[in-house]
């Protein structure tokens, strides 16, 4: 008999906490994957709503996808902030763009089109997935090694800074509070505190730096009105087009309204925008079901023994990553990925029930049809927004850095160097020069997406005959 198993504490993904419990770590899941989710949404002008129902059904089907044996959560993703920009500033008229800065949503057209090129995106996690199950997960490297999805990640985070000092900064022409040096004040106190959470809170608290901060910024905001009344306000109310947008209302809907789901529209240019970015999230999601393995075995070692092929499962999480794009595209939401912050829970609290993810994702979706919380999310002030944008997109751009570091990219290699420094400087470059997409032979290529191509080319180039000249150096 194993002793350490009267001792281990913790869920392991097919064992299931009693009713109650599994509710309260449900609930914790949801808090942990909400402040990043509702950003996204909040950034790209998305539905909120509709974003956090994607989320909470991506997640349940996720979970079915892969036979319920990953606990994973499937929340929004960074990574195609830029591209879903690109696409606006591209397919966008005038009238669309003034819309989205008046009320902070897209236009359903708009966001139709992202959609589309968003469920054209699955295809290829889906690719990578089929590539790991018939030829191992070396043919990924080969193809997208760290010296092309490091630079990507680099990129997506670094093109949006413009962005986030926009909404950080006071506002040129508009009056009162929203466009003094208040609003500084307010995006600061945001962007330190949030810093400070994430460097210094333990536990559970630890994991929660976006939600922490946010309510630390929202609090400095409300101060602020307290102190110096209405015109000192700097929070917002819910657009009126949010609600209306509702499928179905009870009533007005002030208290129950069913999202605003919308219908895909062809869009070619959305697809060039968005679906390389694609390539960018197949590492994070690599690592991540990595990182499960060494958690939930490092568990079952102090309870049952059993071993718990994680890492087995990298082709079922790929395939589930692109096919989850496409559900969350399909009814309005934005594309995700599996979050790191909901796996760090799970390790801190060695609670990796399936169970327990599968009642987050129902969750979600319950919240998302209740208006008095979709009005706070939508309150926020954008100073706030800012702040944490600041963060979190240099953040990315840090990962980027992180994902070279950890796959000891040598720096020294004439190719590595070619194809690192011609990502970075057409990715960085289009954004500053043509304003996020470049100009060729009449079509207007994204700038990430043409770094993207033109790394993966560039490395194909270089690599010919590499493997021979390795062979003769072995013999």
Known sequence: MNTNSQTAVGYL??????????????????????????????????????????????????????????????????????????????????EQLASFEATGILPTELISYAQFGIILSGFVSIAAGLLVRFCGHKAVERILPASITGPVAMIIGLTLAGNALSDAAPQAGVEGTAGSSWVWVISLITLLSTILFSRYLKGVLGQLPLLL???????????????????????????????????WKLGDGSLFALPAFSLPKVSWAAVAAIMPIAIATIPESTAHIYQLDIYVNELSRKKNGKHYDMAGQLDKNLIGDGICDMISAFIGGPAGTNYGENISTMAITKIFSVPVLMAAGIIAMIVSMFTPLIRIIYGIPLAVI????????????????????????????????????????????????????????????????GAAIF?????????????????????
């Open 13 to 94: 993904p097919d064992e299931r906490p009693t009713f109650i419990k599994l509710l309260l770590y449900a609930i914790q899941q949801v808090i942990v994957m909400f402040p990043a989710t509702v950003t996204v949404a909040l950034i790209t002008g998305f539905q909120v709503s509709t974003t956090i129902f994607a989320s909470g059904l991506a997640t349940v089907c996720f979970i079915l996808i892969t036979g319920r044996k990953i606990p994973m959560y499937y929340g929004s993703s960074f990574a195609y902030l830029t591209a879903i920009s690109s696409m606006v500033a591209a397919e966008g008229t005038a």
């Open 213 to 247: 901060g946010a309510l630390t910024g929202c609090i400095a905001a409300g101060l602020l009105l307290l102190i110096g009344g209405p015109e000192m306000s700097l929070f917002r109310e819910m657009p009126a087009e949010a609600l209306a947008a509702s499928s």
């Open 386 to 449: 800012g702040g944490l944008e600041i963060y979190l997109f240099g953040a990315i751009a840090a990962q980027g850095m992180a994902i070279m570091i950890d796959k000891k990219v040598d720096m020294f290699s004439s190719k590595n160097i070619a194809v690192i420094a011609s990502v970075m400087v057409i990715g960085i470059g289009g954004n500053y020069a043509f304003g996020g997409n470049i100009p060729f032979f009449g079509l207007n290529v994204p700038c990430i997406a």
């Open 455 to 475: 790394g993966i080319l560039l490395n194909a180039l270089l690599s010919i005959g590499e493997k021979k000249q390795d062979e003769k150096t072995e013999a």
